[in-house]
């Protein structure tokens, strides 16, 4: 079977090598095709700080370095061009007219920053010790409450679509040490269930993300063995992704992926070859594992 990394982060973000030396890299480990995917600019749109998003005046050289790129490695290995655009409820989200615009060939819709109800705005999978700051200031110390606020979330940003991809489901659970909510309990399941069937209207696979595998941050996939089945029988395909910020990590835990989409009842992942017409229409091809 073929695969790829399509959910790669370089310096122009958070990640740690160039362009050409990730294509350099996917190219000499055998990989079947690249793809970038830049957390896209939060600055003008929501006036929040970030120092990981791309910044909105490095957006162009972003689209036209990658493009340069697609051509110098043409012949060798495909080279995509994407985005990984976060959802704030009222403020941006990968259905935005906008993304439509750049000339993208794909864009993962992955949620990361929680507005609760009282306190500041904060990401869910940032330091410890912030996700609990948040917690306690935004949802009055309740992680059940954090827990189901990151669900809707994600299940507001699949009900608007214009992604290709779903990234990192349950990234939520990077800082759960089992204190903050069950991730077996009943309303884990169901809220990852809604997800599921709201995923399966949208056309969009599913990652299976080893990057927290990559990053010593989790011990499983996201999503886990658990949640990815529920997927399944929903039947949204899955995509096997690295989440590389690091070159020697494009390819990292593919093998533990192809474990859990077996043990989760998939028979075949999906293989990414193009676009019909710009994000939200993605062209996949079944693989079998």
Known sequence: MRFSSLHTHSVFCDGTDSIET????????????VGFSSHAPIGRKTGFKSAWHLRDE???????????ARRRWEGKIPV?????????AGLMG?????????????LIGSVHYLVPPRGAPFTVDGPREEILAGIREGFNGDGGEYMNAYWDALIGMTAGGGFDILGHVDVVKKNNRGDLFPEDGETWLRRGGEAARAAARTGAAVEVNTG????????ETYPSGALLRLFGEAGVPAVVTSDAHRAEDLDGHYGAARRVLLDSGYAETVFFEG???GPGTAVWRAEKL
């Open 22 to 33: 990730l294509c350099k890299t996917a190219w000499e480990k055998g990989l079947s095709a």
């Open 58 to 68: 490095r957006l162009q050289a972003y689209l036209d370095e990658v493009r340069s």
């Open 80 to 88: 995509y061009l994407g985005l990984e655009v976060d959802y704030i």
């Open 94 to 106: 990968p259905a935005d007219r906008d993304y439509r615009e750049m000339g993208l060939d794909y």
């Open 212 to 219: 927290g595998l990559n990053r010593k941050s989790t011990g």
């Open 275 to 277: 676009t019909k017409n």
